[in-house]
Structures are given as structure tokens and as C-alpha cells.
């Protein structure tokens, strides 16, 4: 409220200065915004840095003072009071953790910093979440221990099924999923930014033998039952952190060959080498391993005029044992039991003929894994690219695999994987070994999946939500006198209107206020859901630790009331002020915004609405973007559907000066449009929408989104979750 009511003064005062504006006349609200549009004109560690960076490691939450009214966190440096942003604040929630004042655990540490990042996020509201459901899991009543094993946020049914045994005369089950499966499984994030839910289902069942795993509960523990032998956690001089490693002796791949610890570290070397950079097309984030950035990262063969072919951070140090190294700045990570995770992955399936060695000083691969072709390209480039990628039951065969099922084969014509057990797979942290003979994972359509379960064409609908769907399926298992059954959880993740915030009207945190405030986000989770789910008001599940700890702290969220009113005044206070030919806005139409000829970058030149009725107009000095939101939705999707009415066609949207176009389409072709590059194939190279409709979930035992809010540009395009760049993290270096 308190920079509201700032926004507003500062509005009335253009207003007063300029009276009934002419076309020239025209002045644009100051936005601090207006920061982060002109960031290209400037050199990132030179010009300006992020606020993290340049304070943040010297920092404790007992520095940190907030305000009462908005809830914000402040800290000042040498007189200066900095505002703290996202990428400050996800930074410090997992690398800044050391008890400080009142704070007397790192629990509650990070829970403080979680907190603050909530709050922000809250404000910023970089995607609007519009329901929270509960999910139901529908299964045959062949399937059996679903009920003594269930499913649960962190444990879906690729994870549970491990427990479980099928009474089918095929010794089956078959899931779906209406995520496509890409048959990308033996690396499904090869790559990509965002691999599909069903590609890392698959992985998760073929890739195993894990050091450190995840709980059913959502914590990390090393798996001291079947994998390690011993493990070690070393401080050194430095500061740096060391994990020294022993497996087991009796680990076998699917073939029955031994699994040794090169197995372990191979992939990993490989994959932070140029080498795998060329394959992915993409750069392996590798920063947290000691010795990677600007060493091993840069070392191209044994002509390398740059980089050493020894990565320290990674050691060798017998058949059987092996150790991970990270820097001091990584040492204090709150989930630092994950340095200490890998997975067990045919050295030989990504080093190919070459050999893993270690002569004392650290890990390195030996020349011939560097060999280029006639035209300068890495031999092994391609390889490890076939291998991620080539969908073929030979390439599938090529290589072992280490999880407790294998893949067999899979038909790209129907998007159905067909997955055996592995008889040498010895068990997970809790000992369990499979049951079920065959997994057969099949792309669904949510319509008709209730008439292909019916049918036997499904033995498992996971993840059931909205409210026609769960009464179908609620009636259908009372009904079916014991032939299916089900089971239920709160979901940790909700359905959302995201938005490319760096992009069209949706880059300012007004407009995305606005839209929270017209929808009525309440009424749309009821109908949504048929009263199963509620709403929240930012990323959290209200069951996690964290989110309890905040809200016994006094975390103060705006939960946006649905208020055209409230909506306007926003809109106002930003400067969304001005018609198309630069004359005042006086309730009619569509709001226009000023933004200076030197800050607006070429795509928002040319943003304009889909069918080009409306578009962004240069008049004098400034440029004026309308109020237009080009909305890709999803389809067939209930969620879309009903958004047809509870966005687009919002009254209060409409009485907002707002306008929005919308496109319907598949998902693939809904993400490079969010990317805004052809990920998938299907970008046409222009910018066109910037909201767009799907779902996120909480899952995941780590909740960190360090990187995820970055300013800096070298990591922007591949990290940024929401593409926003808040202002309150850019700190100039000449201030």
C-alpha cells in the first residue's frame, strides 16, 4: 500500500503538469521497472551486478529489517537501505542459512528467508495461481497395496509402484499420463529447460542404485541399506566441502555386470565437458563442482589453449570409492546432502572407448574421448547424443541400466513405452524390490480416460482433479462393487496463469496485479474443482514445513480480493493512463502506457494484439503499449475452457481497460511460445504472447529456486523461471 499510494502521488503530478495531454505532451509514470527494460544497454559485472552478489555473502538474516506494513526485507550497506529482490532472496534462503539472532536453528533461518521470498513474490505476482485441488488416484482393484502404500505429493505412482503387485494374468500394470512421452528416458533433461512429467517417471524407474534418494515423506537420506557402504562430510582449509563416497560391492547393472564407482562419476564428468555441450547444445550447469568454472569447463582436448583436463573437484580413489568437492561458496547449501547424490550410469554409455582416470590431482578423461572428425566436430558428441535422444529399442539396448525396471521398447506412433523388471536391481533406501513384471506407460487423453480405464485400457489414473472428473471417478469406484478403488491427497502445486514477465503489457507487475485482482480466483478453484481444492495466494503447499514455520513467524500475503477497483488504481498508479493517440484515458476502451523511446527494446516496439487491431504506437518521444493480453491456452483442457469466461471474457477485466486475444493449441507449441524459442520445434521466431495457462507443483524434496530469479544475463535465458528480472536486484557498481 505504502508505494501504491507513492504511485499515485507521483501520477497526479503528471496529470497536473500535463492537464489534457496533447500528443507531445505525453510524460510517462516513473516505473522502477523501467530498471530492468534497459539492463541490455548495460555490461553485467561492469555497469551493474545483482544485489546477492555484490552483498549478499556477507549477510545474515539478523541484518534483515522489514517493514510492518508491506512485510518487505530491507538490509543497509555502508548508509544505503537496498530493497531485497527474488534473486537475493532464493539465494540467501539456501546458501545463507547460519543461525543468527533470534533465528536459532537454519531451519528456522531458512524458513525466515522463505518467508521474505513469499512476501515478494506476493507483490510481484509474476503468475496468478487459480486453484489448489485435491488429487485422487483411480486404480483396478488387481493392482493391490495402493492402500497400505500410498501415493502422496512427493511419492506418485512411478515411485509407489514399487510396493505394489499386480494380480492381472499378465503380471501387468499400465499407467498413463497426459504429458507426452518423448522416449527421451535414460537422460529425459538432455538438452531441454523443462522435461515432460512422464519422461522423468521413466527415469526415475530405469535409473537407480542412487547414494542419496528421496524419502516418501519429501526428505533426502543416503541410502546406506542398499548403495553406500560409508560416507564421509569433510570442511576443508578452504572452506570447501568434500563427500567421500563407498558403494557396495554386490551392485550389478540390468546385464549383470558390476557396477563400480566410475559408474557413478563418469556421466557427471562427461556431461561438464564441451564435449557434452556441443551433444546437449547447451552448457550442464556445473558450478557447485570445485574446479569446474573457468578450469575443466574450458578444457577442449590436448590442444586446449585454455582450462586443465583434471576436474579437482571430483576424485577417483578406488574400484569402489570416489569423492565430491564443492567450493566454499557452496558449503553452507541447505540441501548440501544432494553434493552426494548420483546415480549408477554405464561409464562406457557416455565416455565411450576413452578412460576415466584419476593420477592424485582429480578426475579426467583421456584424449581419445576429445577426437573431432574431419569437420572439427567431437566424435563423441554425436554418440552421447544418440544416446539421449534416439528413441530405437537397439539404442535402448545399447547399454545397461541400473533402475528397477528397463526400458523394452517404445512406439512413437501411440506414445506407449513398455518397461520390465530388473532382476539385479537390489532395492531402494526402504530394501523393496519390484513385484509387477511389466509397466506399459501410455499417453492419455484426460476426456476419454475414464472410458480406456473402464475398458482395461488403464490400470492406474493418477493425479484425477476438477470437479466433473472426480465425481465421475468417485462414482465410478462406489459403484464397481470392489473392481476399483481409490485414494486422495492435497496437491502441492496448483493450477496458474503464467506470464513471460519480460515481455508486452505482462512485464509490469501492475498489469499482473490487475488480473489477479479481476479474476475471481476463489469461485474459479470451486468450479473448477467441484469444491475438492482451494486457492492459494504463491508458491507453497500449505502441508510443507516451511510454509507452517512462516506462517508462525507472521507472514503477510495479499490474498488480491476480486475488485475492478482495486484493479484500476494499480493500473493508474503505473501510468496505464493514455489512449492510442496520447490523449488522456477517460474510461472508454483500452488503457495505453508510456514508455521512453531509450527504454523499450524492439520486441515491445512491435508488440501488437493477435488479430493486429491493436498495437504499440510511437508518439513523440515515447511509445505507447496497449492494455493487450495474447493468451496461449492449452487444448482440450477444462482449465482452458473456463478460462474462456473467467479471463477472457471477465467483466472486470473489460472494466479495467484491459483486452484479451487468445490462441488455443498443443503443449509443445505453447512452451516454445513461452520460451520464445523452438524447443519443440513449432516457433516461428516472433514474439507474440505472454500469458499462458498450465500447472506447477511443489513436489520436489529441495525447494530451491536459487539461479531461477537471476539478472545475470550468461545464466537469464537458460535458468529463469518466470523471466523476470526484479529491480530491486540490480545493484549498480558506480553508485
Known amino acids: 500500500m505504502k508505494k501504491l499510494m507513492a504511485m499515485l502521488v507521483a501520477l497526479l503530478m503528471v496529470f497536473s503538469m500535463v492537464g489534457f495531454a ?11 521497472e523501467f530498471t530492468t527494460m534497459t ?3 548495460y555490461e553485467y559485472g561492469k555497469d551493474y551486478t545483482s544485489l546477492y552478489e555484490k552483498y549478499g555473502k556477507d549477510i545474515t538474516i539478523a541484518d534483515v529489517t522489514e517493514d510492518e506494513e508491506t512485510g518487505f526485507g530491507y538490509i543497509t550497506v555502508d548508509g ?34 522463505w518467508r521474505l521470498y513469499i512476501t515478494r513474490w506476493n507483490y510481484l505476482m509474476p503468475e496468478v495461481p487459480l486453484y489448489s485441488n485435491e488429487y485422487y488416484d483411480l486404480y483396478n482393484a488387481e493392482i493391490k497395496g495402493v492402500q497400505d502404500h500410498p501415493t502422496n505429493p512427493f511419492w506418485n505412482p512411478a515411485r509407489a509402484l514399487i510396493d505394489w503387485s499386480s494380480e492381472k494374468a499378465d503380471d501387468s500394470i499400465i499407467l498413463g499420463s497426459s504429458t507426452e512421452l518423448s522416449g527421451q528416458f535414460r537422460a529425459p533433461s538432455f538438452g531441454k529447460s523443462s522435461p515432460g512429467s512422464s519422461d522423468n517417471d521413466i527415469g526415475f524407474l530405469t535409473s537407480g542404485l542412487s547414494t542419496v534418494t528421496t524419502t516418501k515423506e519429501g526428505g533426502f537420506v543416503w541410502d ?10 569433510t570442511i576443508n582449509e578452504d572452506g570447501s566441502l568434500t563427500y567421500t563416497i563407498k558403494i557396495k560391492e554386490d551392485l550389478k547393472f540390468s546385464d549383470g555386470s558390476a557396477v563400480t564407482a566410475k559408474d557413478y562419476i563418469a556421466a557427471t564428468v562427461a556431461s561438464l565437458t564441451p564435449v557434452y555441450t556441443e551433444a546437449a547444445s547447451r552448457e550442464t550447469n556445473g558450478q557447485t563442482i570445485l574446479g569446474w568454472k573457468g578450469a575443466f569447463q574450458k578444457y577442449t582436448g590436448p590442444d586446449s589453449a585454455e582450462g586443465t583436463k583434471e576436474l579437482s573437484g571430483i576424485r577417483l580413489l578406488d574400484d569402489y570409492t570416489f569423492s565430491v568437492t564443492v567450493p566454499a561458496d557452496y558449503a553452507n547449501w541447505f540441501y548440501k546432502i544432494e553434493y552426494g547424490a548420483f546415480d549408477a550410469q554405464p561409464a562406457a554409455a557416455y ?10 590431482n582429480g578426475c579426467y578423461l583421456t584424449d581419445d574421448f576429445y577426437a573431432k572428425d574431419a569437420d572439427g566436430h567431437y566424435i563423441q558428441a554425436a554418440n552421447i547424443k544418440k544416446l539421449c535422444t534416439d528413441t530405437s529399442d537397439e539404442n535402448y539396448a545399447a547399454y545397461p541400466w541400473s533402475g528397477a525396471y528397463v526400458v523394452k521398447s517404445f512406439d512413437n506412433t501411440d506414445s506407449t513405452a513398455t518397461l520390465v523388471k530388473n532382476e539385479y536391481y537390489k532395492g531402494n533406501y526402504e530394501g523393496a524390490t519390484p513385484h509387477i513384471g511389466t509397466i506399459i506407460y501410455k499417453k492419455v487423453v484426460s476426456a476419454t480416460q475414464i472410458e480406456d480405464f473402464k475398458a482395461g485400457g488403464l490400470d492406474v489414473i493418477a493425479a484425477i482433479t476438477g470437479g466433473a472428473d472426480t465425481d465421475n471417478a468417485l462414482k465410478l469406484a462406489d459403484e464397481s462393487e470392489g473392481k476399483y478403488v481409490y485414494s486422495h491427497y492435497s496437491r502441492a502445486g496448483y493450477g496458474k496463469l503464467g506470464f513471460r514477465c519480460d515481455y508486452g503489457p505482462a512485464q509490469f507487475h501492475s498489469v499482473r496485479q490487475a488480473i489477479a485482482f479481476c479474476m475471481d480466483r476463489a469461485q474459479f478453484a470451486k468450479d473448477f474443482t467441484g469444491g475438492y481444492g482451494g486457492v492459494v495466494d504463491g508458491p507453497y503447499y500449505k502441508g510443507s514445513w516451511m510454509y507452517k514455520a512462516a506462517v508462525e513467524q507472521g507472514m ?17 498508479a503505473d501510468g496505464w493512463v493514455w489512449n492510442a493517440d496520447g490523449t488522456p484515458y477517460a474510461g472508454e476502451g483500452i488503457r495505453y502506457k508510456a514508455i521512453p523511446a531509450d527504454k523499450i527494446n524492439d520486441n515491445d516496439k512491435n508488440y501488437k494484439s493477435v488479430d493486429g487491431a491493436y498495437k504499440t504506437e510511437q508518439v513523440g518521444d515515447v511509445y505507447l503499449m496497449p492494455l493487450v493480453i495474447n493468451w496461449f491456452g492449452t487444448t482440450p483442457n477444462e482449465f482452458t475452457d473456463l478460462l474462456q469466461t473467467g479471463f477472457r471474457e471477465n467483466d472486470n477485466v473489460k472494466k479495467a481497460g484491459m483486452l484479451v486475444y487468445n490462441q488455443l493449441g498443443d503443449f509443445g507449441p505453447m512452451l516454445d511460445e513461452l520460451y520464445q524459442q523452438a524447443a519443440y520445434g513449432f516457433y516461428a521466431g516472433t514474439p507474440m504472447y505472454c500469458a499462458f495457462n498450465f500447472a506447477t507443483g511443489f513436489n520436489s524434496a529441495a ?31 558506480n553508485d
Open 22 to 32: 496533447s500528443a507531445d505532451e505525453i510524460k510517462p509514470v516513473e516505473s522502477p
Open 39 to 41: 539492463l541490455g544497454q
Open 80 to 113: 544505503k537501505e537496498y530493497e531485497l529482490g527474488l534473486d537475493f532472496l532464493t539465494m540467501a534462503m539456501v546458501y545463507n542459512t547460519t543461525p543468527a539472532g533470534e533465528y536459532e536453528t537454519e531451519e528456522d533461518v531458512y524458513a525466515a528467508w
Open 224 to 233: 546406506e541399506k542398499t548403495v553406500v557402504d560409508k560416507h564421509e562430510e
Open 351 to 360: 565416455i565411450g572407448a576413452a578412460e576415466l582416470k584419476d593420477d592424485g
Open 556 to 572: 503477510m500475503l495479499d490474498s488480491y480480493a476480486t475488485s475492478a477497483d482495486s484493479a484500476i488504481a494499480v493500473l493508474e
Open 703 to 733: 525447494y530451491d529456486y536459487s539461479w531461477n530469479m537471476t539478472i545475470d544475463p550468461s545464466m537469464y535465458d537458460d535458468y529463469s523461471l518466470y523471466y523476470i528480472k526484479d529491480y530491486a536486484d540490480v545493484c549498480w557498481l
